[in-house]
C-alpha cells in the first residue's frame, strides 16, 4: 500500500483528533491531505514522536492521540514501546508506516525491518495490549477504527512502499505549528468531547485563550 | 551507564554498628530531607507530570513521586524519552520536570537541541551531578568531567545546588526563567545536597 492513500483513509479520524507525527515524508503527505491545528509534526528528533503523544496523552486523558510514525524512527527509539506499555494510555493511538528503508536518504538504506524484525512482534513482546500487522489500506483502516473505538493503547503496523512525497517542504514553519498547537490543546480544555473534537475557528481559539490565560502566566 | 542502585554503596552498619534482625536499612545514605525539600519544592511550582529514570540518588524523589496520587510519573527506558514527554506535557498544559543522572543528561543531547530547543520548549531538567569532588565510582568520573562544559555547549543555563536553603528558591528561578525564555534550564543536584556521609 502507498502511504498516502493509507493516510487519506484515516484521514477522517486523524482530522478530529490530536496527530503526532514524526519528520519527512509522513508529515509532508498528511499536510498535503489538509493541515489541521491539532496536528503537530516533530521534524527531526527522530524517534521522539511516540513520546511527545505520551505526554500529551497522560497529561490529558480526555483527549484522543494518534501518532504517526516511521520504522527508521521507532528503530531509534525501540524502549518508545516499554514505555507506551508500562504506562498503557487508552488515549493513544501509535501508527508505524514500515517501508523498510530510510527513505529521506535513498531507497538503498534499508532498516532492520527489511531483515526482517517484526516491529509489531516486539511491541506486543513489550507489552503492549492491541498490536497488529497490515498490508492493505481497508485492513489498516479498519484496525484504527476499532483501535480508537476499544480505547486501547495501540500499535499498528501499516507495510508501505517506499514511495515518498516530491518535496518534504511544508508550508507552515514548525514554530507556527507548536504554537498553533499548543494554542489549540488549550482551546480544548474543559470542552465536551464532541465539541473537543472539532476544529476551532482562529477566533473560537482566541477566546479559549482569554479565558485561561490565568493557568500559565 | 551505571544508573542503578550502587552495588558498593556504604552499609548502614558502618554507622551503628550491626543492624537488628528484620530491619532493612536504607541501602545508601541518600539524604530523604534533602529530597523531600526538592519534591515540595517541584510541587510548590505546580509540577504535575515527572519524567524519571531512577539512578541512587534519586531513589527518594521517585519514591516521594509514587506516593503522590497527584504526580503523573513517568519511568522511562532512557531518557531522551523524557524530553518528548515533557514537550508533550507542556504542549498539553501540564507543567514537567524531567529527573535523571547527568549520565541521563548525555543521553538526552539530541532530544534536548533537536526537540525542546529546536521547538522552544522550556525543560525544568533537575540532574543529579555524579562523578565531582567526593566520588568514589571509577565510572562517573568522565561525565562528572564534562557536565558543565556540556551544558555551556548546549547554551542551557543551569545553577548547582547543594544547600537546602537554596532549593526552593532555585526551582522557582529555574522554572520561571525556563517558562520565560522557552527553552531548558538545569539545576545540578549535588552531593553535599543529596548524600550524607
Not at chain 1, 496536528?39 to 513520546?51: D, R
Not at chain 1, 514501546?81 to 517501508?99: E, G, Q, Y
Not at chain 1, 504554537?179 to 472539532?198: I, K, N, S, Y
Request: glycine share 8%; hydrophobic share 45%; proline share 6%.
Amino acid at each position: 500500500m502507498l502511504r498516502l492513500e493509507a493516510m487519506r483513509a484515516i484521514y477522517p479520524l486523524l482530522a478530529e483528533r490530536v496527530v503526532v507525527t514524526n519528520m519527512g515524508a509522513a508529515p509532508a503527505e498528511l499536510f498535503s491531505l489538509g493541515h489541521r491545528p491539532g496536528f503537530f509534526y516533530v521534524e527531526h528528533s527522530m524517534g521522539l514522536a511516540s513520546s511527545v503523544a505520551l505526554g500529551i496523552a497522560l497529561a490529558r486523558p480526555e483527549l484522543e492521540v494518534v501518532t504517526l510514525d516511521g520504522d527508521g524512527s521507532v528503530l531509534m527509539n525501540l524502549g518508545t514501546f516499554t514505555t507506551l506499555a508500562r504506562h498503557r494510555p487508552p488515549n493513544l493511538l501509535h501508527v508505524v508506516f514500515d517501508n523498510e528503508v530510510l527513505l529521506s536518504v535513498g531507497r538503498s538504506f534499508s532498516t532492520a525491518t527489511a531483515a526482517g524484525s517484526d516491529l509489531a512482534a516486539i511491541a506486543a513482546a513489550a507489552g503492549v495490549p492491541r498490536t497488529g500487522t497490515y498490508h492493505s489500506v481497508d485492513s489498516l483502516a479498519v484496525a484504527c477504527r476499532e483501535a480508537l473505538a476499544a480505547r486501547e493503547l495501540a500499535v499498528l503496523v501499516a507495510k508501505v512502499e517506499p514511495v515518498g512525497p516530491a518535496s518534504y517542504f511544508i508550508d507552515l514553519h514548525l514554530l507556527e505549528n507548536r504554537f498553533q498547537f499548543e494554542r489549540h490543546l488549550r482551546g480544548l480544555r474543559g470542552l465536551p468531547r464532541g465539541e473537543a473534537a472539532g476544529v476551532l475557528t482562529a477566533g473560537g481559539a482566541e477566546n479559549q485563550q482569554q479565558e485561561h490565560t490565568g493557568e500559565r502566566p | 551507564m551505571s544508573r542503578d542502585a550502587d552495588p558498593h554503596a556504604p552499609r548502614p552498619a558502618r554507622r551503628g554498628g550491626v543492624p537488628p534482625l528484620g530491619y532493612t536499612a536504607p541501602a545508601m545514605p541518600v539524604s530523604a530531607a534533602s529530597s523531600k525539600l526538592v519534591y515540595e519544592g517541584l510541587k510548590e511550582c505546580g509540577i504535575r507530570l515527572l519524567s524519571v529514570l531512577p539512578e541512587t540518588w534519586l531513589v527518594h524523589l521517585v519514591s516521594l513521586a509514587e506516593a503522590d496520587p497527584d504526580m503523573i510519573l513517568v519511568r522511562l527506558a532512557k531518557e531522551e524519552e523524557g524530553v518528548g514527554v515533557s514537550v508533550g506535557a507542556h504542549l498539553a498544559g501540564v507543567r514537567s520536570a524531567m529527573l535523571m543522572q547527568n549520565h541521563g543528561l548525555l543521553a538526552s543531547v539530541n532530544g534536548i537541541v533537536s526537540l525542546a530547543q529546536l521547538y522552544r520548549v522550556p525543560l525544568l531538567m533537575l540532574v543529579s551531578y555524579r562523578g565531582g569532588f567526593g566520588e568514589e565510582h571509577p565510572w562517573q568520573t568522565e561525565g562528572g568531567g564534562v557536565t558543565e562544559d556540556l551544558l555551556r555547549a548546549l547554551r542551557i543555563p543551569y545553577l548547582l545546588l547543594a544547600r537546602a536553603d537554596e532549593v526552593a528558591p532555585r526551582l522557582r528561578q529555574a522554572l520561571t526563567l525556563a517558562e520565560a525564555s522557552l527553552r531548558p534550564v538545569a539545576l545540578l543536584l549535588c552531593r553535599d545536597l543529596m548524600w550524607e556521609e
